[in-house]
């Protein structure tokens, strides 16, 4: 062999980097292991050392011996850790030469077979010139091989050379995009990891003319370091204002509530740092017939002219409640409506 190449150079101090860093692991965690069966042993040994003849300098021994194999414990156990977490940087940059060196490999291999495929077809264009006609390398039909002609061994082809040389492109180039993607999206993942915590907060109103259903309120906190304080209002049916930290105790990155917002509900917020994340204004409210909430029907905003739940009508003789005139709607785009002023421009 000549000279290394710069790509296997690479590859080469890749590779023994990695080498490098898993003995010092393994070297760091069996350090920290003896070291804490030594601690043990120890402790469990102390009774009979105070039991010398001169118990005080016997504990002060004791004490300094047990002070320097904590202090190991733990020196060793972080060295650990962090050739650990350098391991893991060493094998990504691993793979990724790896990826390099097939891709060259992959480049080489292609070299080779074009330049075989050039000498053939200068070839095939020679023998055309002299003999009149194209040479074309013979391949059984399906139909062929099928019928058995070929098995008794009186019958037989080769796959031409020419073909064969690019069997290892395809494979090779295949294994480095899938080494690289993974890198990339380990690394990416490990980006997101470390990065700050994103507080985000969404509030769900069901259709304003569906009085059952709730609404959610929630909020969460992406991948990363730290953690957001949140604090939610809400009005209306189980309404209250509630702050709330996240990752939580049990390091949940989301929370929920339902609340009552839609046809004339009420309202939520949720501010994080003093900026608001989400926020639903549903106004009026909502009528009760003695067993269930209902808005009564609907009519047109005198304002914007939008389709609006009728929230009061007044009495009329036969208490129906779809008659009588309009009291009150809950416009869905928030305006706020009189309807002592409007009650002329409202007909239904
Ligand atoms: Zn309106």
Redo the contacts with the bound molecule.
């Keep these: 062999m000549g000279r290394m190449s710069n790509i296997l150079r690479t590859l080469r101090g890749a590779e023994s980097e990695v080498e490098r860093l898993e003995r010092e692991v393994a070297r760091w965690t069996t350090e920290a292991e003896n070291r804490r069966r030594e601690l043990a042993d120890l402790e469990r040994d102390s009774g009979a050392a105070v039991l010398a003849h001169d118990p005080a300098s016997a504990v002060r021994e004791l004490t300094i011996r047990q002070m320097d194999l904590r202090t190991w414990i733990v020196g060793a156990q972080g060295a650990s850790a962090a050739a650990e977490e350098q391991l893991v940087l060493a094998r990504w940059d691993l793979d990724e030469a790896r990826a390099v060196e097939m891709r060259d490999q992959a480049a080489k291999f292609t070299a080779t077979a074009e330049a075989h495929q050039a000498k053939v077809t200068t070839l095939l264009a020679q023998l055309r010139e002299l003999d009149g006609v194209d040479y074309v390398p013979f391949e059984p039909s399906k139909e062929d091989i099928q019928s058995g002609m070929f098995n008794d061994g009186h019958f037989s082809w080769e796959v031409p050379h020419g073909t064969v040389l690019w069997d290892p492109v395809q494979p090779l180039l295949d294994e480095a995009s899938r080494l690289e993607q993974r890198v990339a999206a380990e690394r990416a993942a490990a980006a997101r990891a470390v990065a700050p915590v994103v507080p985000t907060a969404s509030i769900l109103v069901p259709a304003w003319d569906d009085v059952d259903s709730e609404s959610q309120v929630s909020c969460r906190i992406s991948e990363g370091v730290g953690s957001a304080t949140f604090e939610v209002s809400t009005s209306g049916q189980y309404g209250g204002i509630e702050v709330v930290t996240l990752p939580d105790q049990d390091g949940s990155r989301m929370w929920g509530k339902r609340v009552k917002l839609q046809a004339g509900g009420g309202s939520a917020k949720v501010t994080c740092g003093g900026a608001v994340l989400a926020r639903e204004v549903r106004p009026g409210s909502l009528m009760a017939n003695g067993t269930q909430s209902v808005w009564v029907d609907y009519s047109r ?1 005198p ?2 002219r ?1 389709t ?1 739940p009728v929230t009061k009508r007044a009495k009329t003789e036969s208490s129906d409640a779809t008659k009588g005139a309009v009291l009150a709607i809950a ?1 869905q ?3 706020d ?1 009189d309807m002592t002023k409007h009650a002329a421009a409202i007909s239904s």
């Design positions: 905003c304002s914007c939008s609006a416009c785009n928030g305006c409506v």
